[in-house]
């Protein structure tokens, strides 16, 4: 699958890409930037799965979101003072594309496909973040955090079965809870039709019950 560069560059401005930019490679659980760290530029996922966390005011640690193959990282570090507020972790084997700020505004600033791709980007990061302050039951909650694993990493081929189910401890970062009351929640979404545990691993039954669940305003 073309990555963005790829899809709404020409083929000018891909190799121009190419030569600047460098390929990093990242072990499971190994940070690709931490909180503080200075912004140097943009990563594209090329293959792995990883999480992006924050401190809470209470400096407990916050997952956010949840990229794979061809998302786009590190753009929260643009801006301001140029240092992340977040970190990146790998949750795999990973392989990311580094490119350099200067490269990624000459790029952006001549290519009006790729510029509008990635405003639109920001806008839909945006109205996600705004999302999380909608107070809603616990439950509900852990569902949005399964359907954004779903949408992020998909099933295994040919299965209802989570291609990379999170861990229990990592599904209550994201939906800001404990351990204790995450496990009661997928019991009773389990009740309801949505999904089908599986020791560690979580099948999605009913991506259709799992939405209503995980937006029960919308």
Known sequence: MNNIIQKYCSQEWQDFVNFHSEILEFKVNQSIFEIGDDTNGLYLIDTGKVKITTLTPMKTTRIIRLAANNDVIGHRGFGGTWKYTISAIALE??????????????????????????????AEELRDSESLAHQC???????????????????EEGSTKLSYTLSRKDIASMAGT????????????????AIQIEGKTIHISSEEILKEQAFPFA
């Not at 990311?96 to 920001?122: R, W």
């Not at 204790?180 to 997928?186: D, I, P, Q």
Request: glycine share 4%; no cysteine; aromatic share 16%.
């Open 93 to 122: 084997d990973t392989k990311v594309i580094f490119i350099p700020t200067k490269i990624f505004n000459q790029v952006v600033k001549t290519n009006p496909d790729f510029g509008f791709y990635m405003m639109m980007f920001f």
């Open 137 to 155: 039951p616990v439950k509900n909650l852990v569902a949005q955090v399964l359907f954004k694993n779903l949408n992020a990493f998909g099933l």
């Open 178 to 193: 404990t351990y204790e009351t995450v496990v009661r929640s997928l019991s009773e979404l389990q009740k309801d039709g």
